[in-house]
């Protein structure tokens, strides 16, 4: 197996990329901007698991950029995961329009415009599979983080409507809806301890689902049950809520 991980310096990225190469024996490509770092990763994923591994250069926001680098692999990945991402101050990016939109060309753009790459290739070869890291922010519009959630949202919308498209093809797509992660993005957060996991926590979790070819898979198991709770409040309640 050949595997893509784009946003190969994220913790989950990572992660993922070590469970497939312990699992699976898979060849794993990891794809972010900083090289320098990335290299070192993926030569301890190949020491590590004795499998091919390797680093190459990926910028999210340059989409022009995209087809050329997709179609520099060789060979071309099996499988993808898209693990990139970008938070910042909801308060901060409200002020400033450029941190807003940089959650939305990175989180959501950037994801579309690889992804539609894959999906045409995935398409014509009728196998493989995509797993797309969403989060629970796009379940509902809170106060506390609406501008990342949006972006968020957007993306569980694409994975839906991609995974329609690409069923026919024998592609399967997975949206994997995270709480709490314990990652370099999340550090500097007070959350709650009890709702936090580990990113080989959540690798395990996408790890087992993608092989049950799960459709939706929250991270954990009971992010389902707190995000049907959120969502079916009735909004002239919600609005009035500090969440």
Do not use: C
Not at 52 to 64: G, I, S
Not at 175 to 188: C, L
């Amino acid at each position: 197996m050949q595997l893509l991980v784009l946003g190969g310096n994220s913790d989950i990225g990572l992660s993922l990329a070590h469970k497939y190469a312990s699992k699976e024996g898979a060849h794993i490509t990891l794809a972010s901007r900083n090289l320098e770092e990335l290299e070192k990763k993926a030569n301890d994923i190949a020491i590590r698991y004795q499998v091919k591994a390797q680093a190459v250069y990926f910028d999210a926001t340059a989409y022009e950029s995209h087809k050329a680098f997709y179609e520099s692999l060789d060979p071309k990945p099996d499988g993808v995961i898209l693990a990139f991402g970008y938070t910042n101050d909801q308060i901060e990016a409200q002020k400033k329009i450029s941190l807003a939109r940089d959650s939305i060309s990175i989180n959501y753009i950037g994801a579309v415009s690889i992804l539609e790459i894959v999906a045409s290739d995935f398409e014509q070869k009728g196998r493989g599979f995509i797993i797309g890291i969403s989060s629970v922010a796009g379940d509902r519009g809170r106060q506390s983080n609406y501008i990342y959630g949006s972006a968020k949202a957007g993306l569980t919308t694409y994975l839906s409507g991609l995974r329609s498209r690409l069923f026919k093809s024998h592609v399967h797509v997975m949206t994997v809806k995270p709480g709490f992660v314990r990652t370099k993005m999340t550090a500097e957060m007070d959350l709650p301890e009890k709702l936090i996991v580990d990113p080989e926590q959540l690798a395990e979790n996408v790890y087992k689902g993608q092989k049950r070819k799960k459709d939706i898979s929250y991270t954990k198991w009971f992010w389902w049950y707190i995000m049907i709770i959120i969502r079916y409040i009735p909004e002239k309640i919600f609005k009035r809520t500090n969440l």
